[in-house]
């Protein structure tokens, strides 16, 4: 079982877990509860590289989901979830504990105006930088669980997201 810092917040709902942090302005680090251990690759993990943004406002939601491909990007299915303010500039990269090797699918949602719901200004990707689009999500509508599949194991896979936008 991983342990959370404090200053996370455990969602009961699927074992989910939520960090909402603020990032120092051009942070150079990965986001995420514990990002040496990315940089380390002593663990499970996924070191989610977003590409694509439109502009630096709002936050960077980053969920994990495992299982049965047919519960993938299903909010009630979430392994894990990340969320964090922007960084105003520099690369954006958030890793991932995930406690074991496995199957996972990753999506990132850019909340651009951080009210928390999904509106026609907000970006979205996914593992494999499948071609959907945020009317794809609305309508319920999800890639193909083989093109979205990453295999993790025993220390940090790479997961480059493009975010798209209407």
């Given amino acids: 079982m991983t342990k959370w810092p404090k200053s996370m917040t455990a969602l009961g709902a699927g074992g989910?877990?939520?960090?909402?942090?603020?990032?120092?302005?051009?942070?150079?680090?990965?986001?995420?509860?514990?990002?040496a251990l990315c940089a380390n690759g002593s663990e499970p993990s996924v070191l989610v590289k977003v590409t694509g943004l439109k502009h630096r406002n709002g936050t960077i939601r980053v969920r994990a989901f495992t299982g049965n491909p047919n519960t993938y990007f299903n909010k009630k299915h979430t392994y894990r979830r990340l969320q964090y303010v922007l960084p105003s500039n520099g690369p954006?990269?958030?890793?991932?504990p995930l406690g074991a090797p496995g199957v996972y699918a990753i999506d990132v949602r850019?909340?651009?105006?951080?009210?928390?719901?999904?509106?026609?200004?907000?970006?979205?990707?996914?593992?494999g930088n499948p071609k959907f689009s945020l009317f794809n999500v609305i309508f319920?509508?999800?890639p193909p669980a083989q093109q979205v599949q990453?295999?993790?194991?025993?220390?940090?896979?790479?997961?480059?997201?493009t975010v798209r936008y209407l």
């Fill in 140 to 142: 319920g509508r999800r």
């Fill in 150 to 161: 990453v295999n993790v194991g025993n220390g940090t896979s790479v997961v480059p997201v």
């Fill in 92 to 96: 954006v990269e958030v890793c991932v």
């Fill in 110 to 127: 850019h909340d651009a105006n951080a009210n928390e719901d999904t509106d026609k200004s907000d970006g979205i990707g996914a593992s």
């Fill in 16 to 35: 989910a877990a939520m960090a909402v942090l603020v990032a120092s302005a051009g942070a150079a680090n990965p986001l995420g509860p514990n990002p």
